[in-house]
């Protein structure tokens, strides 16, 4: 079966540091990956989504980027965090027909 | 205008009570999902609908897609259905609305 993780679960950053969030799935091969981000009280909000090694779509222009060195590897970076960048980022993966998303555990990050 | 609407945003209920979580959309659509966020921030898909009515043990959902509106039914709710309730559908992305935050008291 398919499991899709994140790291780490909880994140506390100083405002002007860098972020690394990792995702990663296990039981299916090319999946389209998505990473959301829901601030307090709101909505997903997609930022990024990959359909392949390599291949990077955004939604928003923001303070993060993403990348897929690896087929079942999405990461979510930023150079120097925003107090605007706390919220909790949720990892996506879905097959290639988009029906449905399946979400990981998430990651909530809070920058001070 | 978000392109999906959820009603309420808020509910409380008693153990036991019939509930139902509302949802409209305005872009085209090949599914419609309803998704469960608990209270620690894990996300499940409930339903994935395209038309007519779905049912899984006590939840029913069902779509009207001539009106754009579907709801979500809870037949005697217990205190385990608290949770935030996410409408979300498939248009030329996901689109999610902002969700609906259902306590059950017991």
């Known amino acids: 079966s398919q499991t899709i993780h994140q790291w780490p679960a909880t994140l506390v950053q100083p405002v002007g540091s860098p972020l690394s969030l990792e995702c990663t799935v296990e039981g299916t091969s090319n999946p389209n990956l998505y990473w959301y981000r829901q601030a307090a009280g709101r909505g997903l909000q997609l930022l990024f989504y990959?359909?392949?090694?390599?291949?990077i779509s955004s939604e928003v222009p923001q303070n993060l980027s993403a990348s897929r060195p690896q087929d079942r590897q999405f990461i979510l970076s930023s150079k120097k965090l925003l107090l605007s960048d706390s919220g909790f980022y949720l990892c996506?993966?879905?097959?290639?027909?988009?029906?449905?998303?399946?979400f990981g555990p998430g990651t909530r990050l809070l920058v001070l | 205008k978000n392109e999906v609407e959820q009603s309420p945003q808020n509910l409380t209920a008693q153990e036991g009570e019939f509930i139902t979580i509302n949802c409209s959309y305005s872009?085209?659509?090949?599914?419609l999902h309803w998704l469960q966020q608990h209270p620690g921030g894990g996300i499940v898909s409930l339903f994935m609908?395209?038309?007519g009515k779905k049912k899984h043990g006590r939840l029913i959902a069902t779509i009207n897609i001539q009106e754009k509106h579907s709801s979500l039914h809870i037949t005697a709710s217990h205190p385990r259905d608290s949770a935030v309730y996410i409408c979300a559908v498939n248009g030329n992305q996901f689109y999610f609305g902002t969700g609906t935050s259902l306590t059950v008291i017991p």
């Open positions: 996506a993966w879905s097959g290639v027909s988009r029906e449905t998303q399946y």
């Open positions: 990959s359909v392949g090694i390599g291949q």
């Open positions: 609908l395209s038309s």
């Open positions: 872009v085209g659509i090949s599914a």
